[in-house]
């Protein structure tokens, strides 16, 4: 099992993983995105990615309920998520699983404009005939990204928050988005043999520090700003993915 983990132990891995749950409980979404940009510091970002798929895959589903409103936000939100699948099977096809100094360049560019982003607070408002052809667009390029780095908020995030959803359809589209991505992925990782049974059994462990970290965070949450506590782990972004970026250089 520490040879699934690249020679750091799982309880490394645990404490990563419950860190990344807490960010989940207080701010609603990072969980994906902090476990890799943590694991990664330690592990190729291949073998990062396939500790996240059951965490990932199982939280995003819990979050995309309650699934009687699905039907009514997929016909929105569908071709997006369309695009989100063939970019990233496409993607893993062309360029293998994440690997070397330009997957971990790529990651941290990736971290860097998610939490320029957020930093940035910059929203846009798309009309439906924009939707109608970015919405594919917007799928593809997170696929593609997603397929590269491991990481699927870009640019998934600001695309569905042009979308002037109410703030529980927002979080319920990106359970949905965040799920298709980690389906997507997962296949993507085992096409390419870095999803092996002893990653999945892994990464099935991961689940628990992952719900324990949850439920830390909303604990957390009522005592604190969730807006301040999103700026810190914007900023811790922004170190990682800078340091990514130069030592991938």
């Given at each position: 099992?520490?040879?699934?983990?690249?020679?750091?132990?799982?309880?490394?891995?645990?404490?990563?993983?419950?860190?990344?749950?807490?960010?989940?409980?207080?701010?609603?979404?990072?969980?994906?995105?902090?476990?890799?940009?943590?694991?990664?510091?330690?592990?190729?970002?291949?073998?990062?990615?396939?500790?996240?798929?059951?965490?990932?895959?199982?939280?995003?589903?819990?979050?995309?309920?309650?699934?009687?409103?699905?039907?009514?936000?997929?016909?929105?939100?569908?071709?997006?998520?369309?695009?989100?699948?063939?970019?990233?099977?496409?993607?893993?096809?062309?360029?293998?699983?994440?690997?070397?100094?330009?997957?971990?360049?790529?990651?941290?560019?990736?971290?860097?404009?998610?939490?320029?982003?957020?930093?940035?607070?910059?929203?846009?408002?798309?009309?439906?005939?924009?939707?109608?052809?970015?919405?594919?667009?917007?799928?593809?390029?997170?696929?593609?990204?997603?397929?590269?780095?491991?990481?699927?908020?870009?640019?998934?995030?600001?695309?569905?928050?042009?979308?002037?959803?109410?703030?529980?359809?927002?979080?319920?589209?990106?359970?949905?988005?965040?799920?298709?991505?980690t389906v997507?992925?997962?296949?993507?990782?085992?096409?390419?043999?870095?999803?092996?049974?002893?990653?999945?059994?892994?990464?099935?462990?991961?689940?628990?520090?992952?719900?324990?970290?949850?439920?830390?965070?909303?604990?957390?949450?009522?005592?604190?700003?969730?807006?301040?506590?999103?700026?810190?782990?914007?900023?811790?972004?922004?170190?990682?993915?800078?340091?990514?970026?130069l030592r991938?250089?």
């Open positions: 099992m520490l040879a699934v983990t690249e020679g750091v132990s799982l309880g490394l891995v645990a404490f990563v993983f419950l860190l990344a749950g807490l960010v989940k409980g207080v701010v609603g979404l990072g969980l994906p995105t902090v476990a890799i940009a943590v694991l990664a510091q330690l592990m190729p970002p291949a073998a990062a990615a396939g500790l996240l798929i059951v965490p990932s895959l199982l939280t995003n589903v819990w979050q995309a309920r309650p699934f009687g409103k699905l039907g009514r936000l997929l016909r929105r939100i569908g071709p997006m998520q369309l695009g989100v699948l063939v970019g990233t099977l496409a993607t893993a096809w062309a360029l293998g699983a994440p690997a070397g100094n330009w997957a971990r360049v790529g990651l941290g560019v990736a971290l860097l404009l998610y939490a320029g982003w957020g930093l940035v607070g910059a929203r846009f408002v798309i009309g439906p005939d924009t939707e109608r052809w970015l919405g594919p667009v917007t799928g593809l390029l997170t696929g593609a990204i997603t397929a590269a780095t491991g990481v699927f908020v870009m640019p998934a995030v600001p695309y569905l928050q042009s979308l002037g959803l109410q703030r529980p359809d927002l979080v319920q589209a990106m359970g949905v988005s965040f799920t298709v991505s997507a992925l997962g296949i993507g990782l085992g096409w390419n043999g870095a999803f092996p049974p002893a990653v999945l059994g892994a990464s099935t462990l991961m689940l628990a520090p992952a719900i324990a970290g949850m439920w830390l965070g909303q604990k957390l949450g009522e005592r604190m700003s969730p807006e301040m506590f999103r700026k810190v782990l914007l900023w811790s972004l922004v170190v990682l993915g800078g340091q990514m970026v991938g250089l």
